[in-house]
């Protein structure tokens, strides 16, 4: 879904674990890591976007995690010139995103990065909190920063009620 500005609406979901780490996804069959991320469907609540993503591409469920909190509002970033798609109507400058902060509360076991048709990701692994900013492709960087500075808060908190987010 592409909003009238040419921004295609997204979210992205930064999971961590028990010691403050965060899962680090390698894009598969390339040397590109970063968090999992989605198009939204039209239609669909950003937390409905959020969960659908988790599952298609890194197989957990709701009761494999628990949310602790999204971004107030959307992110935005735009795609370098050279990955315009000049021959797509609308076309798509960039993602507008709501991020969001998961806590996973089950085993590590149950994350499957073989469930979709096509797998997003290759590889995983568990990295600091801090560090997707120094492997993240350039231009996504600005918005890493964005979402792991207003979500950091949370990563420290003991856990929460389930909040209610982007919808």
Not at 1 to 16: E, K, P, T
Not at 26 to 48: C, I, K, L, N, V
Not at 138 to 162: D, G, N
Request: contains cysteine; hydrophobic residues 40%.
């Amino acid at each position: 879904m592409i909003d009238a500005q040419g921004f295609r609406l997204n979210v992205g979901i930064i999971l961590s674990n028990g010691n403050g780490q965060v899962l680090w996804a390698r894009r598969a069959g390339r040397d590109a890591w970063q968090f999992p991320q989605g198009g939204m469907r039209r239609h669909e609540t950003p937390e409905a976007a959020m969960f659908r993503e988790l599952r298609e591409e890194v197989g957990l469920e709701r009761e494999h995690v628990e949310v602790m909190g999204c971004t107030r509002g959307w992110l935005r970033y735009r795609l370098p010139k050279q990955f315009l798609r000049h021959d797509r109507r609308p076309l798509c400058v960039g993602q507008k995103q709501v991020w969001f902060m998961l806590r996973l509360t089950g085993d590590e076991r149950a994350v499957r990065l073989d469930l979709g048709a096509r797998p997003e990701f290759d590889q995983w692994r568990w990295i600091g909190y801090w560090e997707p900013l120094r492997g993240v492709v350039s231009f996504k960087r600005a918005v890493y920063e964005q979402a792991l500075t207003e979500l950091a808060p949370l990563i420290e908190q003991a856990p929460a009620p389930l909040v209610r987010c982007g919808e």
